[in-house]
């Protein structure tokens, strides 16, 4: 079938989809839900998305819920509109599954909006010779009235330096800040309408922040920054490395994420206009090196075996402790781990997918440095992680490169004729994980590379010539690009082993991570990398460890699930499994 | 009846005891619980001790017990012997109540030995690839499996830093310590059996800390000193002022006592040739003002009315907030107050004296620079203080001083003849507190002054001349003297009124802190500062409040006990009683 590019707006996120498809499944594919009241059946009229290049002329369904100026600026309803070309499209904010509409109805669709950090207005008595209740009882007593049977406040020795002055300042009228119903902090007044969540991924390269109006649930900025760890290794197994034998590696990387995070905490909320301060509470997704670094607990032992974390379930803490720029009496909250290279950012990706509570069996791939599969259904989960390598992210490739301007990220070859395209429109300068897929794939099809990844014509094949530069794969890089997609496709194949089952019995393929969102998966299957699953049982899920984060940040209720989950999964180390060396030797192949 | 001086060492404590008393008795008034398994009747043995002075010949009950040796040693049993003359006492450590024997054998007497912050050692399971445990898991999977029913623990992100290393420093065995179950910090190896714990008095004027091996529940230190807050203010009212009136003053405050405490914490621990890290427990008893300065909150509101605390029930907190140089894991644990001037002292007084359990009415008289007045039984507590003023410190009278070498401590005028005594045997520099109840007892006696307070004759009464200097109270002493006496009169008469009791339906009355255990109390009843109550229901139970701080260090039943006594108690506020002028103008007379 073929695939069609289709961009969507504001983000840019670009996804290949297949002819027919409709603009709402697209969108889904590159991460966007879009809020269908009517569940697509394309009564209801809400869905409306401008499309800006591309647009068809409307249906009479469209005709119906749209005005003709709108039809005119290129208004179309999502679930109905198909794709048939190329199409730019502008998904406006309140459409959107996570925009302000969901998010402060309650509980609709996927997640109930209740965030477990939240703010409470207190009027408390004012102490009398009759009644003198000490201070921090007086708002005990208030907290106890707003929710009987919470268990009771521990005592920070913080707030009860400043409770006193605190009630004083406006006549004992005070906004309690609270997590989970527990005193975070109190502050002078009524501030109940003021206040912000950060939900960040934390990847090994890059770093995803998304600013959240806890109050509206309206997500009000986005930023994403390079991890400016990279200084001191691009994967995990370095910085971990580096933590480890220098004295004070540790605290650099430390350091560095922490200052990563607090510029970017700088930038979104000037973007938003709030302050830093009214950010109360901040979650977190990363893998589990990233976790520990943030936190600043040492990654030695995640580089030796057995490969255990200091810590597998999720931390919370006060984030002067971490010396995070938001409210000094705000929480950052570390979504739990599964295993040493089973992460956070895999609880995020479980969170997001639902594969924990799926009743068909779903495999969610996410293909970063490393690949970690999770398989199962609600009944049972198996993960694994695989020492994929970075060859996806165009690391250890001749001409590899990330998916930034310059890089090939598509390639066809046809009859001996190669043709690309470049992100960015311009020269290009190497080729990027996606466009190597591409390019292995066509060199297969076109019988350039015979099954067990030798090259049959030459030394090297040249995709590219830019002045006197050849962009060009060598037998090397085929080997690389097979010890990625052979890790990964071995994990595939033990997880369903163990499972006990096949790939029809799959109903779902989600795949996720930078990666993951820009595959052809055709060509994914052609190679290998996965299993010969139809087209339309795959789902690019885009960065799900960034919306894991952003669910918890807005739902209790979601938080408790992220909690559960790690000891529901099981972990499967692949290196002890004795047939472990017999699949990857037949997964290398093509 | 007559009144004996008795000291005990190697206290140097002096009591007066009645003619005939036991020396059990006497050592009780001086706050010295003899440990006597037999209940005193004197036939096992145990309560040996050492007759410095005033030896009488054996009881043939002591024959039985004792050696010749011994005997002529002057050792004898503080249960059979009784006093006829003055004597100088040894108290060994191994008799005493709270001395090692008691503590270590469990619960014996009143005090079950189980300090709420103790050791663990712990051997962990070391990770497998079959089994890779994470580390926090492994250690909480052996707490769960120490205590089954305990609820789990939180995360504390700096033991979290710590864990992999101190797991694998020693082969997965670790020490944990625990705070009333809770995991308050590990420690590689085995180091179970090094613990102590520090109970302080923080009072206005002096601080007693008693270093106790939590492992054997030994008193193997003890000291005291000055708390050099007073270079800013002698009493409570201008500690308040200070904090409140300069932006530093607190932190001045503050700074001041943490570091008489932290240089208590390193006399002691050289005492004991313990290291100041082996300290893991400090249990602090004090005043609301000190209760406040100590923990760095402002006591500004407790100087204005309605005079509330910043908080009431205890405060427990890791001793690096406060700055307090013991080990870094260690616990900081103040009592509960009950009003802001009704402090976590008098809790520590109610539990030391048992009222809060007692069958029969008892009173607690607790005199310092205020009196505090605990009234009750197990059926119902009322507490009040009282605004005396500092005269029984010898404060604000002209030739006024505290119980220190030099001052007048005993008067007796016999027909115009005045006789005294002086602490150190030295000259006479002024007149302590208990000096000048006497003075005015015998001034009474001797019709030198009238029921009113009136000098009968002259302007003032000489009770000594050294060289040129008289030593003299004049009317204006007498009136501050009556002001004082008068208000813990009032408190005593209005908390019996409240209560609807008469006198002698009190079963005893414990007088209790520095002044309290020095008076003559014929003459306390002579100055009507207590009402007409048999002489031998009245007990001197020495410093009270720190041997309330001991109770919590030790017991973690006492610990659940105190918390429990402030919502027990009735805090009774004189100052709003409309019968309060009436009652006080009477007190103020003789």
């Not at 499309?51 to 005709?63: F, W």
């Not at 009235?145 to 009228?173: C, Q, T």
Request: proline share 4%; hydrophobic share 40%; with cysteine.
């Amino acid at each position: 079938m073929e695939e069609i590019k289709v961009t969507f707006q504001p983000e840019g996120r670009r996804v290949y989809a297949l002819r027919g498809m409709k603009v709402a499944e697209a969108a889904a594919r590159a991460g966007i839900i879009i809020d269908a009241p009517c569940g697509g059946l394309g009564n209801c009229g809400q869905c409306r998305v401008e499309v800006i290049e591309g647009v068809d002329a409307p249906t009479p369904e469209e005709e119906k819920h749209l005005s003709q100026e709108e039809i005119k600026k290129g208004y179309r309803l999502a679930c109905i509109t198909t794709i048939n070309k190329e199409m730019n499209i502008l998904i406006p904010e309140e459409v959107r599954l996570h925009g302000q509409k969901f998010l402060t109805e309650g509980k609709r669709g996927r997640v109930k909006f209740a965030p477990p950090v939240r703010k409470a207005l207190l009027k408390l008595p004012e102490p009398t010779l009759e009644k003198p209740q000490p201070d921090w009882e007086n708002l005990n007593s208030a907290l106890k009235r707003l929710a009987p049977h919470n268990a009771g406040h521990g005592v920070d020795i913080y707030m009860v330096r400043e409770i006193s002055e605190i009630l004083r300042r406006n006549k004992f009228m005070v906004t309690g800040i609270l997590d989970n119903g527990k005193l975070i902090g109190i502050e002078p007044g009524d501030t109940s309408k003021c206040i912000f969540g950060l939900a960040l991924d934390i990847g090994t390269t890059t770093v995803v922040g998304s600013l959240i109006d806890l109050n509206t649930g309206e997500q009000v900025a986005v930023a994403s920054a390079m991890n400016s760890q990279v200084v001191h290794g691009d994967d995990t197994i370095s910085r971990i490395n580096f933590a480890s034998k220098s004295s004070d590696g540790l605290n650099k990387l430390t350091g560095r994420i922490i200052e990563v995070v607090n510029n970017m905490i700088g930038k979104v909320c000037k973007n938003a206009g709030i302050d830093t301060h009214d950010i109360y509470y901040v979650t977190c997704a990363g893998n589990t090196t990233m976790h520990h670094l943030f936190l600043g607990i040492s990654p030695r032992n995640l580089g030796t075996m057995p490969f255990v974390p200091a810590i597998r379930r999720s931390v919370s803490l006060n984030a002067q402790k971490l010396k995070i720029d938001v409210n000094p009496n705000g929480r950052i909250y570390f979504l739990p781990n599964i295993a040493g290279f089973v992460g956070a950012d895999i609880v995020g990706v479980i969170l997001a997918t639902g594969i924990d509570k799926a009743k068909d069996i779903k495999m969610a791939i996410d293909i970063g440095t490393n690949g970690e599969i999770v398989l199962g259904s609600k009944d049972r989960l198996l993960a694994c992680s695989t020492a994929a390598g970075p060859a996806f992210e165009g690391a250890r490739i001749t001409h590899g490169m990330r998916g930034a301007p310059g890089a090939i990220e598509k390639v066809i070859i046809n009859q001996g004729e190669v043709s690309y395209e470049v992100i960015g429109g311009i020269e290009p300068q190497g080729i990027c994980g996606s466009g190597l897929l591409d390019l292995v794939a066509e060199m297969i099809k076109n019988g350039l590379v015979d099954n067990t990844g030798r090259l049959l014509k030459g030394d090297s094949f040249v995709v590219a010539e830019v002045g006197k530069r050849k962009i060009e794969i060598n037998q090397r890089d085929l080997r690389q690009f097979q010890l990625a997609k052979g890790a990964i496709r071995t994990g595939i194949e033990m997880l369903k082993k163990k499972l006990g089952i096949k790939d029809k019995d799959i109903s779902e393929v989600f795949l996720a991570g930078a990666f993951g969102n820009y595959i052809h998966p055709e060509n994914a299957k052609v190679v290998g990398l996965i299993p010969d699953i139809p087209l339309e049982k795959i789902k690019f899920v885009g960065n799900a460890a960034s919306e894991g984060a952003k669910m918890v940040l807005i739902s209790q209720e979601e938080r408790k699930r992220a909690e559960e989950i790690p000891a529901r999964v099981e972990h499967v180390e692949l290196s002890i499994d004795p047939l472990f060396n017999k699949e990857f030797a037949e997964q290398m192949l093509f």
